[in-house]
């Protein structure tokens, strides 16, 4: 979150111990933040009502480095900060501007002068949003021999660039997507789908067109292979003219600048927290139909302990008819079987006398006897 968060909460924290008056002795404080970013903060014990502000950062691009601020940024740092803060000519040694910081010309109120301080602690977000502007403005389409415009690396986290291709009718802003979990790689494929269609409806004919593709765009031929090996596709924005024109311009430049950290945010956070919410509130309705079921078959106890008398009797009666049957059954094969066997006596008897008997076998010839 505070990649997209235009107010340094640190800076806020010592800002606000400064202009309470709760350090008594000189002040000289470094703070780094996007680690990149670094800041000194200077006090002294004689003047605390007076705060030196200093800053360096890198270049938005590569291409455009220099250790001084551009006049482009200078001026929009001048027009924020008139009625708050002033610029020092030359700025400190090794920082590229340094702001001079004036509680007592802070307005008086608490809320208003806890937003100048918030303003102030922004001064990070001024500076990068305005060199970005002047990118978008006054940068000359660079073409190649191809016909297609060359590409701008532009750096705004370390290790997540993204590029900026500037043509006469529009600029193209190209941001290569990189996930660490697989997770989060199928929850930002959807949501980059659902941006698509809904940059393409009718009602929303005035915001940028988005367009998303698993493979790098043609705009992208000839970067090096690092920055080609993505786990999330390559989001495309079309910026036109209309898009950065007056109070809309700081509105769009940071969030072409955060972008990438937007996203990831949506991604951890939103989508998962949206997720766990969902199962919370699926939990709980199982588990009050769980409760009621129990209700109800309480119910139903109490209704068969009241009607118990008749359901023992009908149980009885039932119970008795159903033993006089089984004995009755068992009684009657023991007779069945009785019969089998006597039956099977006498019919071993008859197969014996007929077949098993011997025959008598009648002479054939008389003989008589000799004296």
Known sequence: MAFFNRVSPALVEILNKLQSGESLTDFDHNLYEYGSVR??????????QIVNLSTWMPPLSPEFSSDCLPDCALQDVKRVYLDSAEVVEPSKQGYMLTLRIDFAELPQR????????????????VI?????????????PRYMGNGMCNPIKIVH?????????????????????????????????????????????????????????????????????????????????EIFSQHIRGTKADNTVWNLLTFVSYVKYHVKQCTRGFIQRKMRQRQESLTEVIRSARIRGDEDVKKHQIGGHKNVK?????????????????????IKKFHYR??????????????????????????????
């Open 110 to 125: 608490k809320e208003d002068r806890m937003k100048a301080i918030s303003e102030i602690s922004s001064l990070h977000a």
């Open 342 to 371: 006597i039956k099977i006596k006498w019919l071993l008897h008859r197969f014996r006398r007929q077949w098993l008997r011997v025959q008598k076998i009648p002479l054939l010839r008389k003989y008589r006897k000799l004296d």
């Open 128 to 140: 990068l949003s305005s060199q970005m502007k002047d990118m978008l403005w006054n940068l000359e």
């Open 157 to 237: 986290q370390l290790k997540e660039p993204f590029f900026v291709i500037k043509m006469l009718e529009k600029t193209t802003v190209i941001y290569p997507m990189r996930f660490k979990d697989d997770t989060d790689v199928i929850l930002a494929t959807s949501f980059f789908q659902e941006l698509v269609d809904v940059s393409n409806l009718e009602a929303h004919y005035k915001a940028p067109r988005c367009t998303w593709s698993p493979i790098p765009p043609l705009e992208l031929r000839g970067e090096p292979f690092q920055y080609l090996t993505t786990n999330g596709g390559f989001v495309s924005l």
């Open 39 to 48: 800041y000194n903060i200077q006090a002294s014990a004689s003047s605390p």
């Open 314 to 334: 009908k149980l009885m009666n039932f119970s008795r008819s159903k033993m006089f049957k089984k004995r009755y059954t068992i009684i009657t094969n023991k």
